[in-house]
Structures are given as C-alpha cells and as structure tokens.
C-alpha cells in the first residue's frame, strides 16, 4: 500500500519559453560572476535533459499497470512537466555551449550512461534510479525556494527564472516516481541501495566535470585564484549546507515517503509568486 500521507494537488503542465531572456547571457552568469559557480550550474543544466528523458521512460514503461486513477492523473503530469524541463534546459545549453561550456559532450555522456542502465537494470531498478534522482531534485528545490542566498547565487534573471519554475514543478512532483515504484512493488532495499549509487554517480560525475569544464575555460587558466577562491567559497554554498545534506539522507530511512516533508504550504505561496492568479509568469525580479 502507497501511503501518501495528505492528498496532494494536481501536477499541471506549463508550457513555458525562456529563449528571449537568455539573449544577453554572459559567460559567467553567477552572482558576482563567480567562475565556479557559473560552471557548477551549467553541469547540473546540462544533464537535465537526458536525465529526465531517461526519468519520464522508466515511468512509462509500467504506466499501463497504475490503476490508481490519482496517480494516473499525475503520471500524466509529471511526464508533461518533466518533457518541458527538457525542452527549455536544452535551450539553455545550447545557448551555454555558444559560450564555450562542454554541454553537448555531457549531455552524450548521459545519454550513454542512462542507455547502459536500460540494457542492463530491470524496470524496478531504472524507476528506483529515477526515485532517487527525483529526491536530488526535489532537495536542490526546496532549498532554492526557500533559501533567498540560494536565489541570489544564480545572478543572472532569465537562468533564475528558469531554475526557480523547475524547482516548482520539482516540488509538486516530488512523490510521483516515488509512489509508481512501489506501486509495482519495488523493494525498500533496493530503492535505498539505488540511493547510494547515486550518490556516488552525482558526486563523482558533478565533481568530474565541472573540473574539466573549468580546464576548458581560458579566464579560468587566466585567473587560478579566482578559481580557488571560487572552490572554498562553494562549501559555504546553501545547496551544501548541513541542512540540505539531512535532508538528502532521509531517503535512507525504512518507511520514508517524499510526503514526509509536507511541501503544500511552499508549493502553495510559489505558484502564486511566479504565476499569479492568471497563470503567466510574474516578476521575480523583487524576490
Ligand atoms: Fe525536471
Ligand atoms: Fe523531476
């Protein structure tokens, strides 16, 4: 049985373009126009897209077998939401990969990755891989929407647009992969053994190339202070916090159920902030 502890809203799908305010995107886009930073938040655009391509067919491959018309619904709406991210992450690095960032080249590595893991791991294995990734995500949102100086460490407007929609529609659909693993029955065991494996793979793989997008960036070689500076402040980061680490590790916890952490309240005041009452984008700018 799937508890979900309250009843959630519904997950809607916005269609939502971004391309007209990243025209003036500098290098640097981070707050003070932080190397490091600038080059963390790009690894982490950069496997979003084929990520969660990889998210939305782990969940289609036993849509057909939910029964729950709830869960159905939201199946629907965490495919739409995830498909968008996608879309509108692509354009980002694209837009990135003008600037010189290695996006292609890590987006293929995930492709590759993520098609290894479908030849080899079974459907519960690639959903309890997706569970995991979703409670990353779902962490990183939470602390972006309530977390000011996490905001402000994006600098750039149009990239925080961006990050803080993805973060809300993160949140509304924390619990969906979540809820269709155990739905066809994946184990606590293995959905806390998938947790370690990403741990490694995302500490490994973000740590990997963000140093080798740092290599290949000439103001980087220009100013290696700059960079050093950049790596010490980054533990000081509110996305490393002490907090948001608890936070991650109480996926390890026998019983533990996104929902745990009741998110309404949060979700609730954000979609009024960014979307108002006739659905459009707001002004963020103040916030
Ligand atoms: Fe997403
Ligand atoms: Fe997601």
Do not use: C
């Not at 995991?132 to 925080?160: C, F, K, M, S, W």
């Amino acid at each position: 049985m799937v508890s979900t502890q309250f009843s959630t809203p519904p997950v809607p799908t916005r269609a939502m373009e971004f391309d007209a305010w990243l025209d003036d995107l500098p290098k640097h886009f981070a707050a003070d126009g932080d190397i490091v930073r600038s080059h963390v938040l790009t690894v982490l655009s950069s496997v979003f897209p084929d990520g969660e391509d990889y998210f939305v067919r782990s969940v289609e491959a036993v849509r057909d077998r939910i029964e729950d018309p709830k869960l159905r619904e939201d199946v629907k709406g965490f495919i739409g939401q995830e498909s968008m991210h996608g879309r509108e992450h692509r354009a980002l690095n694209e837009r990135l990969a003008e600037l010189g960032y290695p996006t292609g080249a890590i987006g293929t590595y995930v492709r590759k990755l993520t098609a290894f893991r479908e030849r080899h791991q079974n459907e519960k294995a690639n959903l309890a891989v997706t569970a995991a990734l979703e409670h990353y995500t779902a962490t990183l949102a939470e602390t972006l929407l309530t977390d000011p100086e996490a905001r402000a460490e994006i600098g750039h407007d149009g990239v925080r647009y961006l990050l803080m929609w993805h973060a809300l529609e993160e949140s509304e659909h924390k619990a969906v992969a979540f809820d269709v693993y155990k739905r066809v029955g994946g184990s606590e065991r293995m959905r806390v053994a998938m947790m370690w494996v990403v741990h490694l793979n995302f500490v490994l793989e973000t740590s990997i190339w963000t140093l080798i997008s740092l290599a290949m960036d000439p103001a980087a070689r220009r100013h290696p202070l700059r960079v050093l500076r950049g790596l010490w402040r980054l533990r000081r980061s509110p996305f490393m916090s002490r907090r948001a680490v608890r936070q991650l590790f109480e996926y390890h916890r026998r019983g533990f159920h996104p929902n745990d952490r009741d998110t309404t309240e949060l979700i609730a005041v954000w979609r009024t902030r960014l979307f108002g009452s006739n659905g459009k984008l707001t002004d963020l700018l103040a916030s």
